[in-house]
């Protein structure tokens, strides 16, 4: 990767890689550790990957542990983000949403924290995971989650613009296309991968849409084993816009920190114009900007 400014000159980001377990206040515990960690790193941002809350052994644990954005849980995200400092990418938490009463169904919501503890953006999971891997068991996500409606317009942070996905978004182009399309420099895909399919996509699926939406790409990841019916892949990264792996986490939990040049990514942009050669009068129902 090319920088062409002081590295020390520019954002750093922190992506966290953790074992959750149905044990939400143990789980806090090693999430807060690891913000606290890139906090005196000098990071602005740290992401947490998909499921940071808890991981349940079935879907009825999951709906019972379950709490609404205005519960205890964010409610010490909140107070982690402004003790620290710094804005937090908070995966994809298990929301009793305004429709819980009817619907006895959660969201998989990515929550965006700013430094003074505010929620600034909200993204719910389109892509819904229902799924049979052989090797790996089937996931059947629908049981307890309900797709959402809308894609997020990216939201400006220190680092840049983020444009917001979930884990399985990450199959469908179609998505980052329209998030970079709106103005997104870094999309962030917070997983839980499996232990079949990560070996398989995992990387390539991350480095393909850094390199066709030129973005960097932040993937904060769940790993090892979190209860006897389930375990992730890990393999937390960061992905430049010409798709170098620029950040890795090792195995097991901790964390990985990555740069974001966005002079670089609107050199690449210039040099490689991609998106002025697009032809939408021949496949303009795919990818569209977001309105």
């Given amino acids: 990767m090319a920088i062409s400014s002081s590295s020390w000159e520019l954002p750093l980001v922190a992506v966290c890689q953790v074992t959750s377990t149905p044990d939400k206040q143990q789980n806090f515990k090693t999430c807060a550790e690891l913000v606290?960690?890139?906090a005196r790193l000098g990071a602005c941002l740290a992401f947490l990957p998909e499921a940071f809350d808890f991981i349940a052994r079935d879907p009825e644990e999951t709906l019972r542990l379950s709490e609404p954005l205005s519960g205890n849980l964010l409610g010490e995200y909140t107070q982690l983000a402004r003790e620290c400092g710094l804005w937090l990418s908070l995966g994809g938490f298990h929301e009793r949403g305004q429709d819980w009463k009817q619907t006895q169904k959660i969201y998989n919501c990515h929550v965006i924290l700013n430094n003074k503890g505010s929620v600034?953006?909200?993204?719910?999971?389109?892509?819904?995971?229902?799924?049979?891997?052989?090797?790996?068991?089937p996931m059947r996500e629908s049981n307890s989650t309900i797709p959402g409606p809308s894609l997020e317009s990216p939201v400006s942070t220190p680092a840049g613009?983020?444009?917001?996905?979930?884990?399985?978004?990450?199959?469908?182009?179609?998505?980052?296309?329209?998030?970079?399309?709106?103005g997104a420099e870094i999309l962030t895909y917070p997983s839980a991968f499996g232990s079949v399919t990560g070996p398989a996509h995992w990387e390539v699926l991350l480095?393909?849409?850094?390199?066709?939406?030129?973005?960097?790409?932040?993937a904060a990841a769940q790993c090892g084993r979190h209860h006897e019916k389930?375990?992730?892949?890990?393999?937390?990264?960061?992905?430049?816009?010409?798709?170098?792996?620029?950040?890795?986490?090792?195995?097991?939990?901790?964390?990985c920190l990555a740069?974001?040049?966005?002079?670089?990514?609107?050199?690449?942009?210039?040099?490689?114009?991609v998106f002025q050669h697009r032809r939408p009068d021949l496949?303009?129902?795919?990818?569209?900007?977001?309105?």
């Fill in 283 to 291: 496949y303009s129902s795919l990818g569209h900007p977001l309105s």
């Fill in 161 to 182: 613009k983020i444009g917001l996905a979930i884990c399985y978004d990450m199959r469908f182009p179609e998505l980052s296309l329209a998030l970079v399309q709106a």
């Fill in 259 to 273: 740069r974001i040049d966005l002079s670089y990514l609107r050199q690449l942009r210039q040099n490689l114009p």
């Fill in 230 to 255: 389930r375990a992730s892949y890990g393999h937390s990264m960061v992905v430049d816009p010409w798709g170098t792996v620029v950040a890795r986490c090792s195995e097991g939990p901790g964390l």
């Fill in 120 to 137: 600034v953006a909200t993204y719910r999971k389109t892509h819904l995971c229902d799924v049979e891997i052989p090797g790996q068991g």
């Fill in 36 to 38: 606290r960690e890139a």
């Fill in 207 to 218: 480095r393909a849409r850094a390199i066709e939406t030129q973005c960097y790409v932040v």
